[in-house]
């Protein structure tokens, strides 16, 4: 059974710090999905990573992907307040199938 | 393009009732995926769709529910009889393969809020 592992799952953080949060799974995949969710909202798609080694930046965001380790990453520089929202890490199980894991609910304190 | 088009937004309603969910995928999008999502549970996958043809609807959770796809546009999640453990939020996503491939990714509806009493 496919296993999608995010850590941590609450994450408090003070403005300005960096922190990541990491996303483990358990099967072969060569593609991984970060997405956003606000409270009350929907999700909205962050990053697509496609290969071992992939980096993606956005803003004060930077994600990669070890398909070797099985451990994809979502970095987090100077947080602000604007980011405190639910992450989640998906998996691709091919066709667009993908299985989410938990989430980390990120709060970033002034 | 308007996004994925879920409705109704909110619905209420009682134990055995019988519950419609809809949505409309975004034009051109030629796979669907029904997901629920709960404190509990977090997001699961109920089903998914390829070319209006169920693929795999091994999450879907018993018999009491039920998806279609009669068309590239358009697709239903019914629960019927619906219980209070059903409630939770649903959403529908949609993709397509894209030619630039790192740009694939599903796109979700706004959601629908079930609350079964």
């Known amino acids: 059974e ?65 398909t070797k380790a099985r451990l994809s990453t979502l970095h987090i ?26 989430g980390t609910r990120l709060t970033v304190k002034p | 393009d308007a996004g994925v088009i879920q409705s109704p937004r909110h619905e209420v309603t009682e134990m ?27 997001l699961e996958l109920l089903i998914y769709f390829n070319n209006n043809v169920p693929i795999d609807d091994s999450g ?15 697709s239903t999640l019914k629960i019927q009889p619906s219980e209070p453990r059903d409630s939770a939020v649903y959403f529908c996503a949609s993709s397509s393969p894209l030619a630039v491939i790192d740009q694939e990714t599903q796109y979700f509806g706004p959601g629908t809020r079930l609350l079964v009493l």
């Not at chain 1, 799952?9 to 922190?19: A, D, R, T």
């Not at chain 1, 929202?85 to 989410?100: E, K, L, P, Q």
């Not at chain 2, 409309?24 to 995926?33: A, D, E, R, T, V």
């Open chain 1, 2 to 66: 496919l296993k999608v592992e995010q850590n941590p799952l609450f994450l408090s953080m003070q403005e300005g710090k960096n922190y990541t949060i990491y996303c483990n799974y358990s099967t072969t995949s060569d593609r991984l999905y970060w997405y956003r969710q606000d409270p009350g909202k929907s999700l909205e798609s962050l990053f697509v990573l496609l290969s071992n080694g992939a980096v993606k930046q956005e803003g004060r965001l930077m994600a990669s992907l070890d």
């Open chain 1, 77 to 102: 520089t100077a947080a602000v307040h604007d980011l405190s929202a639910t992450y989640f890490c998906a998996v691709d199980m091919g066709s667009n199938d993908m299985r989410f894991g938990a």
């Open chain 2, 16 to 42: 055995g009732q019988e519950v419609t969910l809809r949505c409309k995928p975004i034009s051109g999008h030629n796979s669907l995926f029904w997901y629920r999502q709960t404190m509990m549970r977090g």
């Open chain 2, 60 to 74: 879907m959770p018993e018999d009491r529910f039920s998806a279609k796809m009669p068309n590239a546009s358009f």
